[in-house]
Every structure is written in C-alpha cells, then in structure tokens.
C-alpha cells in the first residue's frame, strides 16, 4: 500500500522517483548509473492514477479479495468465469449490527478498524494536497459484494458512517466521493436510485457498464441521461470498452462522461479493443483530456493547472 500510495502520489505532483522509492522535487532524475537527466515535462504532472480495492468484510481475519465477495466470481458482471471464490455467508441480519453505531456492536468497531487503515493511506494525500476521488461501496444494487444488495437504508447509513468517520472524524479534506452503482435495466428491479446517499456526501456520480457491446454510444447514454438529475459530475467508473474505436463510434458524442475508465486489463483485450481502438481515443484531443508532454497520444493537457496552490 505505501508503495502504490507514493507512485500515485509522485506522477499527480509530477515527481521523478528515484531507486530508493523517494522523490526529488526538483524534477530531476537520479539515473541507475549515477548521472542524471531533468524529466522531459520539468516534473509537471503527468495525469491521474487510478487504483483499485475492494475492503475485506469488517472482522474478516483475512484481508484479501475473498473476503468481499459474495458469490463466485463469475457470477458477477463483467468478472471471470471459473475463478472462483469462497462464498460469503454474511446477511442483512449481520450488516444491520455493521452500521450499528448508535450500539457501538463489535461489527461496528470492526468496520471502524478497517476505516483507520484506509484513512492512514489517504492522510498521505491530504498532508501533499494531493486529491483523490474515493468510490467506496460501489454496485450496490448487486448482490455480489457484502454491501450490495443490503436494504437501501442500511446501505446509506454504511456510507454516512463511513463519510463522517474520515471527513469529520479523520479531517480529511481532500476526497471526492463517486456513488457508482452497476449498470441497471431503466424498469428492471435494479434500479439504484433508493440506495442514493444523499447530495451533501456524494460529489460525483457514475455507473459500472461491463457490458459486451461494440458500439457503446446508445447503452452509455441511458446511464448518462438516467443520473442528470443528482445535478453532479457523471462518470463512467468502470467498462471495458473504449469509448471511441476506428471503426467510428463515439460514445462521447451524445456522453460526454467527465471521466471514462477503462478497468486496466480491459486496455490490452483482444477481445474488447483492439490497438486501432486505444489510438482512436487516445489521439482524439478535441474529446479527451490526456497529460505529459510532446505530441504523442493526444498529449494535450497540463494537470498541473488544476493543482491547487
């Protein structure tokens, strides 16, 4: 977790890393051999990092990728057939004493346990103004995770704790907070606006699409159009799919998600995108923001201009 929170950390501010895992900033690089070469942006910011975890069950006495879902893994959307995992046995009887602050349960001090870990990696960020858009909780209106599929008012008593307990508790100030439910059926029974936590603890909204579509203009515009009234930044939070491909869809067009990502493994399948695809979005620089320097890839925006000073 350092190790991750460090690198994240050095490419917002924009700082060359040196072997020992430590950063100069004065954006110059301490080669291998001992010589030294002044980064090519100046140490500018080179753009966003994005890193995922999904948190262990409170009092789970394994923290690990096992201890999250509830069903196997090819069971969720858009997870992988034939990995699969130990199923949870955790219920809303059990969740309900989770968020049972006013009790103060022994699941609720697990929980609280858990979010003392997360707050100490994020403190880093806050200590280096660095900001960090936090998705915790995410498709909820599934029942594959031990959050999701609980009853709306459980669910958003979950995720107030879990706001007050970093920003009012913790003190942290730098975190954006998404709500990204999973891609939903427009008069299906998985609609997530119940599970809405409110608009005074949800900065940015979005959606899960893993959908296996080829053209993505029509299916991301329904989730696009179905979150304009929270009246907050939408975001795609996580597909598959590139959202402009050679073949000439462009999903930008009638979606202009202020953040689309692509969840990383999904860039290099064959099977979803092809190399033409990943150009096609990367060197459209009148739809997408990307950061460095020179005139590769779209290279057009300069991240450190939206550092607060």
Request: charged share 15%.
């Amino acid at each position: 977790m350092d190790d991750v929170v460090d690198v994240a950390t050095g490419v917002w501010k924009g700082l060359p890393r040196a072997a020992d895992g430590t950063y100069n900033p004065s954006g110059v690089m301490v080669r291998a051999d001992g010589g030294s070469a002044a980064l090519a942006n100046g140490g500018a910011a080179a753009g966003i990092v994005g890193m995922s975890f999904h948190q262990p069950y409170p009092g789970s006495p394994l923290k690990d990728w096992s201890r999250v879902l509830t069903q196997v893994e090819g069971q969720r959307p858009g997870g992988s057939a034939g990995n699969p995992v130990a199923t949870l046995t955790t219920d809303q009887a059990w969740f309900d004493r989770v968020v049972d602050w006013e009790s103060n349960t022994p699941e609720y001090r697990a929980l609280l346990a858990d979010l003392g870990f997360l707050a100490a990696s994020l403190s880093y960020f806050a200590a280096y103004d660095v900001p960090v858009l936090l998705r915790p909780y995410h498709e909820m209106n599934g029942g594959w995770f031990w959050w999701g599929g609980r009853t709306p008012a459980s669910y958003k008593k979950l995720w107030r704790i879990t706001y007050d307990y970093l920003v009012k508790t913790k003190g942290l100030h730098n975190l954006i907070f998404v709500w990204s439910p999973n891609a939903w059926q427009p008069l299906g029974d998985d609609v997530p606006w119940n599970y809405y936590p409110g608009a005074d603890v949800v900065d940015v909204v979005g959606v899960d699409d893993y959908a296996p579509h080829s053209t993505a203009s029509d299916l991301t515009h329904t989730y696009y159009t179905g979150l304009v009234d929270y009246a907050k930044p939408r975001m795609l939070a996580e597909t598959w799919n590139m959202p402009i491909t050679a073949s000439g869809s462009n999903a930008l067009t009638r979606s202009p998600w202020v953040i689309w990502n692509i969840w990383g493994s999904g860039m290099t399948r064959a099977d979803v995108n092809s190399n033409a695809d990943v150009k096609a979005t990367y060197y459209a620089s009148g739809q997408v923001y990307t950061g460095g320097s020179g005139t590769g890839l779209g290279q057009n925006f300069d991240w450190g201009s939206v550092h607060a000073h």
